[in-house]
């Protein structure tokens, strides 16, 4: 089995290089694992600090253009190169990689996508109460307003199927952004894809800025609302 894990970054240098060797340290029988980064020309030279280790590919994109096109870029390119199952994590070192057998686990039982949850028993954040509450209330929207049986739909750590999150691909997308997200796993589940959610402990990130805005938080159920009205 071919696990192709993509990861977006943008000025996550000294992340990115405790990461890898975190990713390539997990072993799995019968499974072989790549990585993608994309970087969008990160001013703290993230990329070529990648380039260093063997098993990664690097795409460099001209500018930041968002989250999700990014994401869009690595899927694009994990397909392309025959990967059975495609991982999408964050690069600051939130998503622990330790995990990757658990959510192979699911795969295997006939899951297509596997969503490492902050909000299901055994799942949580070191996040502080109010940071929480808006993760929490985003992931209750989402689920409500697009009727996708999963607890946490803001979620960047999940396994897909490759067949399945091709097919998703395939609809026209509204965000490049961070609720690219939530319109995945929604076209994933227009797809009919079996959904299932494993706990993860999300650690804060310790090192590096926040890309995420408020403008994107406030936007919200906004987006979510038209995701739902348009399909
Ligand atoms: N290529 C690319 N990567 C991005 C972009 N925006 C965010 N990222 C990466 O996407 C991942 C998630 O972004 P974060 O800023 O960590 O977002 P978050 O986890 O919601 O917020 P914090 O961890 O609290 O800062 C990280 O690996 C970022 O480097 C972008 O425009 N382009
Ligand atoms: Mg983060």
Redesign the pocket.
Known sequence: MLAVIV????N?KANIKKLIPKIFAQKIPGVTFKLIV???NSPDGTAKEAKKFKNVQVISRPA????GS?YVTGFGEAIKQKADVIFSM???L?HNFEYAKDFIEQIKKGFDVVIGSRNVPGGGTNWPISRKFISRGASFLAQVILGVPAKDLTS?YRCYKARILKKALNREFKSTSYSFLEELIYYCHLEKAKITEIPIFFK??TVGQ???RKMEIVKFPFTLLRLRLSK
């Open positions: 990861t977006p970054t943008y996550e994309v970087d969008d930041k253009l968002g989250l990014a964050d690069a600051d939130s960047g804060d990130r926040s890309k995420l």
